[in-house]
């Protein structure tokens, strides 16, 4: 196995558990070729630090797999490391009342790059880099031997050039047929695993559509902006909102969110789904003197419209600001965002900044993080991307 030096400043950060190798972290860049090449760490001083895999993925060139130098990256290694992240979940498997959930979570569970999400039977593998997709066979022969297993579909995350958008992404086993009726306590959700690089519903906020639900939601009347299928509001009702109001720009929202209503017999009819602009509808809003005892702001960390290009480290405040204007005294607003590159911290500035802009006072009623099966790595706080605040207009 070929070894690769670091420079010391990434080796510091290696020996303290980083464990992401950081594009500029070699001190001789060619020295790796192919994707998925695996290699041996050293120092300076040519100490042997982490056994690694080569794949190329946003900040970073690779991932540490082993800090045991005698540890071997082979197919048993990967059996391994998934068996344990099952075993993990298996108090998730034995629940009824929710067959969708993330088995693997990439750096959380030990390998990076790449994550596995169960919907009722089906595995959903998520590739980030060429590189771990040279291991594919490893993998996809650990989840054929998994609980209640149908069949794998996969999305290759690491195509930017859309070479694959049109491909099928079923790999193996049983087709399924879609929509997929999954359940989430005691909820339906209308997924496809087979239409572009999103499913009809983010997993990862499970506990937040819970607390909708059961803290939040009686009797109000919920704004859900950027409603994508609108599973909040799913939930909302659930919960007994009067009524809510889904505005997304994307066009299929409205087909998507009518039939995230009807798979749960859900009136349909009496909710508004608006394809236009948020920040359209704001103004709107606002022109029309609406106010809401609810408003949910999940915007994704970056999109760019006809008018609008919209970064959350940037326009947070703003879509705060924007928001109390049409938010009822002591009405609740929750705020949410999966930017992986602040922290809490940041986030609560910018929240602050948007309430300091309106003049208005507020109090924090709870903060929501990753569910359970979302493992994150201690030593790399990125893994920790979801920060949602609840949030009380007074
Ligand atoms: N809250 C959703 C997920 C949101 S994903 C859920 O819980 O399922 C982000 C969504 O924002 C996408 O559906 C995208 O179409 C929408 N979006 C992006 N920019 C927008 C804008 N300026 N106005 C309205 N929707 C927007």
């Known amino acids: 196995m070929i070894e690769v ?104 569970d030990g390998i990076g790059g790449v994550t ?26 650990v989840l054929e031997t998994a609980q209640n297993y149908q069949g794998i579909y996969e999305k290759k995350r690491f195509d930017k050039q859309g070479k694959y958008i049109e491909q099928d992404d079923f790999v193996m086993g049983e087709r399924a047929e879609f929509p997929l009726i999954i359940k989430e306590n005691g909820m339906n959700y209308a997924v496809n695993l087979n239409d572009g690089a999103m499913t009809g519903i983010f997993l990862d906020q499970r506990n937040v559509r819970g607390l909708i639900r059961n803290k939040y939601a009686h009797k109000k009347l919920v704004l859900n902006t950027f409603s994508y299928t609108g599973a909040f509001s799913v939930a909302a009702l659930y919960g007994g909102a009067k009524k809510t109001i889904n505005v997304d720009l994307a066009k299929r929202s409205k087909v998507m969110t009518e039939e995230q209503f009807k798979v749960n017999e859900l009136d349909y009819e009496a909710q508004e789904i608006r394809v236009m602009d948020v920040f359209n509808y704001f103004r709107y809003a606002k022109r029309h003197e609406l106010e809401f005892d609810i408003v949910i702001l999940d915007p994704p960390s970056f999109a760019r419209s006809k008018k609008f290009t919209f970064s959350t480290a940037k326009d947070y405040p703003e879509l705060i600001s924007d928001t109390i204007a049409i938010t ?51 030593n790399y706080p990125e893994s920790n991307y979801l920060k949602v605040v609840f949030l009380e207009k007074l």
């Open 328 to 378: 009822k005294q002591n009405g609740v607003i929750v705020a949410s965002t999966n930017n992986a590159s602040f922290g809490m911290k940041k986030f609560k500035q910018l929240i602050d900044q948007g309430f300091k802009q309106s003049n208005v006072q507020y109090k924090i009623l709870e903060e929501e993080y990753l569910p359970e099966d979302f493992k994150t790595n201690k």
């Open 5 to 108: 030096k670091l420079t010391n400043q990434a080796a510091q950060n290696i020996k303290q558990g980083y464990p992401l190798i950081m594009k500029d972290a070699l001190v001789d860049s060619k020295q790796l070729k192919k994707e998925g090449t695996l290699f041996k760490i050293v120092d300076s001083s040519n100490n042997y630090l982490a056994t690694a895999y080569y794949g190329i993925q946003n900040k970073g060139i690779g991932w540490v797999l082993s800090r045991n130098k005698k540890e071997t990256i082979d197919a048993s290694f990967f059996k391994e490391k998934i068996t344990q992240a099952l075993k993990k979940r298996e108090n998730f498997y034995q629940n009824p009342e929710t067959t969708a959930f993330r088995i693997f979570n990439s750096e959380g």
């Open 116 to 141: 596995i999400d169960y919907y009722a039977g089906y595995y959903l593998i998520d590739w980030y880099s060429e590189g771990i997709y040279a291991y594919r066979k490893d993998i996809y022969h």
